[in-house]
């Protein structure tokens, strides 16, 4: 995802030649750390891929707590840190935490000032079909994008999912059954946007839901997917334990239509990450629906309440009906329905219909 590069980055540009990086897959650098020798003149410590060590959260509040007055700290690493460092209390009130999301057309056309929260949504006239295109054809992985070709992708992608499966999630939790394992992974596309049946999932893999419902967990836990559930409302009766999934890589889509929701979805996650991680709010990102079957794709709410939903459309071919529908019933203050035709930008009935080009450089 970019982890070292981004904090050599940061590195470079708040500790210039006042920091140092080191990495427990280095064996020089793990030799450093084992033998507690990287506290010297320099301000930040960069560690990387720390949680490897055996008892490295016991270690890390030792170091913390002797120096957290003369070094700053950053320690990365990957899905593994995520899930140890959550386990026990060692670490509490030491650290913050944040979570590095793929590209985003914002980040990719320069114009990363996240919105105000609550206000309306502010929209750039900058012209970046183009970079959209790439992005949602190759995803937001930045080796990927990076790439001049989708085989690049295709071969990275499959790369990936091994590495999930077998690097990752093996050295954590023991899964049986580790060919349909594999078959879970690669059904989880198809189910993409569509609510998610455990009890299907377990039929078509002839496993209990129980196992489907574990596995899903450790995928979701691993940054493989995410999943959104309904927004219970006051005036509409709900689906209150139906789930929706979506891929963290949304390349991996099966049409354009399912990565373009997608796509969408991994922007409005990463706006709600970053309200969670750094204003002390409590932000979500969820959908609506009805018994009806009514449906509203996306719905960001802070501390409960609506800031506005999002109806994603391919073509513009008029204001959707249930959207219409949940702004009356709601009095929802701010809809959009975002399209990915370029250059449309109306409103009508207090929904506002724009181009994904336009409404994804106002996020984050």
Do not use: C
Request: charged share 25%; hydrophobic share 35%; net charge positive.
């Amino acid at each position: 995802m970019g982890k070292t590069t981004l904090s050599k980055e940061f590195a470079n540009t708040y500790y210039p030649g006042n920091s140092i990086y080191l990495n427990w897959d280095e064996r020089d650098d793990r030799k450093r750390i084992i033998n507690y020798e990287i506290i010297g003149e320099e301000k930040l410590v960069i560690l990387d891929e720390i949680h490897k060590m055996d008892g490295w959260k016991n270690w890390i509040k030792g170091l913390y707590d002797k120096y957290n007055t003369t070094h700053k700290f950053i320690v990365t690493g990957s899905a593994r840190l995520d899930i140890k460092i959550k386990g026990g209390d060692s670490l509490f009130g030491r650290y913050h935490y944040h979570v590095l999301h793929p590209l985003t057309l914002t980040e990719i056309v320069g114009q990363n000032k996240p919105p105000e929260l609550m206000s309306p949504l502010k929209f750039s006239t900058d012209k970046t079909q183009e970079y959209l295109q790439k992005l949602l054809n190759q995803g937001g992985f930045p080796e990927p994008y990076t790439a001049k070709s989708q085989i690049y992708w295709k071969r990275w992608n499959k790369e990936r999912i091994q590495r999930v499966l077998k690097d990752d999630i093996l050295s954590i939790k023991d899964i049986n059954k580790l060919g349909k394992s594999e078959l879970m992974l690669d059904l989880l596309p198809t189910k993409i946007g569509s609510l998610f049946s455990a009890n299907s999932v377990a039929q078509d893999l002839q496993i209990s839901p129980v196992t489907v419902a574990s596995w899903l967990e450790t995928y979701i836990n691993f940054y493989y997917i995410f999943q959104i559930r309904t927004y219970a409302t006051k005036k509409v009766t709900t689906l209150r334990k139906a789930t929706k999934l979506y891929l963290w890589d949304w390349a991996g889509g099966i049409n354009e239509g399912v990565r373009y929701e997608n796509l969408i979805a991994s922007h409005l996650y990463k706006l709600v990450d970053y309200i969670n991680n750094t204003s002390g709010e409590v932000a979500s990102l969820s959908y609506l629906r009805d018994r009806e079957s009514r449906e509203v794709d996306f719905a960001v709410t802070v501390n409960d309440k609506i800031w506005f939903v999002v109806e994603a459309k391919l073509k513009h071919k008029g204001i959707a009906s249930n959207l219409r529908y949940f702004v009356e019933r709601e009095n929802i203050p701010q809809a959009y329905q975002v399209v990915l035709e370029p250059g449309v930008d109306y409103k009508k009935d207090n929904i506002r219909v724009i181009s994904a080009e336009r409404f994804l450089t106002a996020l984050i």
